[in-house]
Every structure is written in C-alpha cells, then in structure tokens.
C-alpha cells in the first residue's frame, strides 16, 4: 500500500509540473525564435547577443538560474529600495521558458535552415520582401520540420521542472521529498515519482514518435 500511496502522492504535483511546462513551452517558443531569427542576422551585433544569450544559458544548470532569478532578482532590487517577492510557481515558469528558450533558438535555426532555398528564391521572385518571405514561406514550414523536436523539448521539460523544488514549488518531486520526510518512506516515495514522471513522458515519447514519422512521410512526399 505504501508504494502505491507513493505514486497518489507524486500525482498531487502533477498539475504544476504540467502548468510549469505548458507555460514555459510558450515563452521558450516565442523568445527561441525571435533569438534563432537574431542568430542568422546579418548584423554583427544581433548575432553576437544571440549568441552570448544561448552559450550563457546552455553553459549553465538549469538549478543555477532558478536560484539566480528566485532569490537573485529580489535581492538586487532591494539594493535599490524595490521591495519585490517572487511567486515561486511564475518563476519557475518563467526560468524554464527562458532556459528552454535557448534550446528551441537551435532547434529552429537548423529547421529554418532545413528549408529548401528554392522556396526563398521563388517567393522573392514574386516580389516578396525578406521579411514576407521569412513570415509567410520560410518559418511556417520551418516550424513543420521543428515540431518533433519541439515535442521532445516538452518533454525534456517536464522532467527537468524536478530542480524547482530547489524553490519551494510543490511539483512531483517535491511532493514526494515532503511526503519521504515525514514518512521516512524514501524508497517508496521516490519510486512513485519515477513511475509518475513515466506515466506522462512515455506516452508523449510514442505520441511523438509517430507524429516524427508522419512529418518525415509528408516533408518526403
């Protein structure tokens, strides 16, 4: 019964778990690609922001930057009589989507790339801008090649996510570290987390899967 108490336990930091991701898929989407859009700029200075903004966040645990920005953040603005708390739940999404924001700039560089350079060429011969191109040809069908990689940065995040409990977020994790400690059942308590985070990430895996299947079949035909 205790193994089983232990999964019902881990199942009660589901929803922040999901929540944290959901919103931190968005914002890693949106801030990956105006940064992957920077990266391939012909302006000297945008690519090498660019590029300081993802080695810096790739360079550096995920655990850092939760910390740096939970605890961080309002201790600078206090040195400058700004009186600021976090709510832990936003921070944690708010981390993640920036952390994430730096895989997705890669993930949609290498498909902007993907793209075949006929396509650019014939909407400019149509009389497209650049930027008509870029909006209307090149990144839609960029984000069709990207989406199993996106999928499987989703992923990546739920499990990931367990380094907030470092800030008090009662994710999977942390709901079992509380209920570990007060049972003094670790085994038990952990292995439910583990069966949790499965019971979420393998399905998404398969689910991914033949959604990478189908996008190769159409990108092929």
């Known amino acids: 019964m205790s193994y089983l108490e232990g999964i019902r336990v881990a199942l009660r930091g589901v929803g ?62 206090k040195n400058y009589g700004i009186d600021f708390t976090w709510n832990a739940l936003v921070a944690g999404m708010i981390v993640c989507g920036i952390n994430s924001s730096a895989y997705v700039a890669e993930i949609i560089r290498s498909g902007i790339q993907a793209v075949d350079k006929g396509q650019t060429e014939a909407a400019r011969s149509l009389g497209m801008s650049h930027a008509q191109t870029m909006r209307l040809v090149v990144i ?20 990931e996510t367990a380094v907030l409990s470092a800030i008090s977020i009662t994710d999977i994790t942390r709901a079992s570290m509380l209920w ?30 033949v959604l990478e299947r189908k996008m190769s079949q159409d990108v092929s035909s």
Do not use: D, H
């Not at 839609?140 to 499990?159: D, R, S, Y």
């Open 16 to 77: 922040a778990t999901l929540s944290i991701t959901a919103v931190a898929v968005v914002i890693g989407v949106a801030l990956g690609l105006l940064i992957a859009l920077m990266r391939m700029s012909k302006k000297k200075v945008l690519r090498g922001i660019s590029t300081v903004y993802i080695e810096m966040l790739r360079g550096t645990p995920l655990l850092v930057q939760a910390l740096l920005v939970y605890f961080g953040v309002p201790m600078l603005l």
């Open 180 to 209: 570990a400690s007060a049972k003094f059942l670790p085994w038990q308590a952990y292995l439910g987390t583990a069966v949790v985070y499965m019971m979420l990430t393998i399905p998404l895996s398969k689910i991914m899967g």
């Open 140 to 159: 839609p069908q960029a984000f069709k090649i990207v989406i199993p990689a996106l999928g499987n940065e989703f992923i990546t995040l739920i499990k």
